[in-house]
């Protein structure tokens, strides 16, 4: 007996003409919580709605937005969701067609995560004074996540970029469903006692259950109580879990987390070349500085010194006597010029001279100098000199 033989579009195309042909099916809302929601660049979204045991998936096309949508739709949201369910042929799998959404209120694990996230920060350990400071050079990070993923292939991508001398240490830990929490924390913990320079503790984005684990309490206390600062890199840039409230810094992504916690080698390089450039040139022109201030001491000390002072002395004596000899030698040209003056004139007036031009002079028998005949009488004895000699003789007569 021959079989009939289908084709799967020809057995997807069936189901769901059974689906449109369901009065219920064609109209119907569902109640639960929304997760993995995603508002596609087309304009449609796409998202899970689930429940304590099931999940369906769902999308609302673009056309339904605008009245279909009247709230900021987010994951943890409960809804109840109104459309049509049917097949989506390509994928061989039902889901809720939405036409509308309607808040039912928030969802559990969203609820579970605002009441720890409030208890945490009643207890303080959001506080900013317990944030310890990420270092600045770090040379040794540890980092707890999954060893296989694009979180980790991040982490050692932008590290050894900035850093070609990182030295990177892999806790390899579950990052979601059971046992994941657990596994976190004994990373921290074993990383902790490695005198590392920080932590870097994520995983990459997903839904709010798969990042569940990081808002379990067991991996808060362990990321408050460690030693060693840690950067909290959960999700993408828009998920928020409360091991980023408690490290002491949250990144955004695992990317911005490598970039917090390794300095740029070749920057860093640059730099201490400038400031040994600079070093070298500020200890250059202090030494000059040092130097000449030295030179003037030198010339200072010299001029006070015993020896420089005595010299100092000898030379203004050397001067003195100069001056001195200068002034004696003067005093005594002048004083040779004026008694070879005055010798001139007395050699003039000196009655030597005259008689050797033909003159002659009378003294009497007393000696005295006779200028007039009437003081002579007739016998005085007189002597007349002349230049070569002198005569005695006796007055015999005296004419006026």
Not at 18 to 37: A, P, R, V, Y
Not at 199 to 219: K, M
Request: overall charge negative; hydrophobic content about 40%; proline content about 2%.
């Amino acid at each position: 007996m021959a079989k009939d033989i289908f084709s799967v579009s020809e057995v997807n195309n069936y189901i769901n003409g059974m689906f449109e042909n369901d009065f219920m099916l064609k109209n119907i809302c569902i109640k639960g919580e929304i997760s993995n929601i995603t508002f596609h660049t087309s304009g449609h979204i796409y998202f899970t709605l689930k429940d304590e045991d099931s999940c369906i998936a769902g999308v609302m096309f673009r056309g339904n937005r605008a009245k279909g949508l009247t709230f900021p739709i987010k994951t943890g949201d409960k809804v109840n969701v109104s459309g049509r369910i049917g097949v989506y042929n390509a994928a061989g799998k039902y889901q809720i067609y939405a036409t509308s959404f309607e808040q039912a209120g928030l969802g559990e694990l969203y609820q579970r995560y605002e009441e720890l996230k409030k208890e945490f920060e009643e207890m303080g350990m959001f506080d900013e004074s317990y944030k310890r400071p990420i270092p600045r050079f770090s040379t040794k990070i540890g980092v707890v996540t999954a060893e296989t993923g694009a979180a980790i292939h991040d982490i050692i991508t932008t590290s050894t970029r900035r850093n070609p001398h990182i030295e990177i240490i892999l806790y390899p830990s579950l990052v979601q469903g059971a046992g994941a929490a657990p596994s976190i924390v004994r990373g921290i913990e074993t990383l902790d006692e490695l005198d590392l320079d920080v932590i870097i503790v994520g995983r990459g984005g997903g839904s709010i259950e798969d990042l569940w684990a990081f808002n379990e309490e067991e991996v808060a206390r362990a990321v408050f109580n460690a030693k060693t600062p840690i950067i909290s890199a959960v999700g993408h840039e828009v998920d928020y879990t409360i091991c980023d409230f408690v490290a002491d810094k949250r990144a955004a992504t695992p990317t911005a987390a490598a970039e917090m916690a390794v300095f740029e080698y070749d920057i860093l390089r640059d730099s201490m070349i400038n400031i040994e450039s600079r070093l070298d040139n500020a200890f250059a022109r202090s030494l000059d500085a040092t130097k000449a201030m030295l030179d003037v001491y030198k010339n200072r000390l010299g001029a006070l010194s015993p020896t420089n002072q005595l010299t100092q002395l000898m030379l203004r004596l050397s001067d003195i006597n100069n001056r001195l000899d200068n002034a004696i030698t003067i005093k005594l040209n002048e004083t040779r010029h004026r008694l070879e003056n005055d010798a001139s004139k007395l050699d003039l007036l000196s009655p030597a001279k005259k008689l050797s031009s033909g003159f002659s002079y009378v003294v009497d028998d007393s000696g005295r100098n006779v200028t007039k005949a009437s003081s002579l009488n007739v016998g005085d004895d007189i002597t007349v000199y002349f230049s070569e000699g002198k005569v005695l003789s006796r007055i015999n007569k005296i004419e006026e």
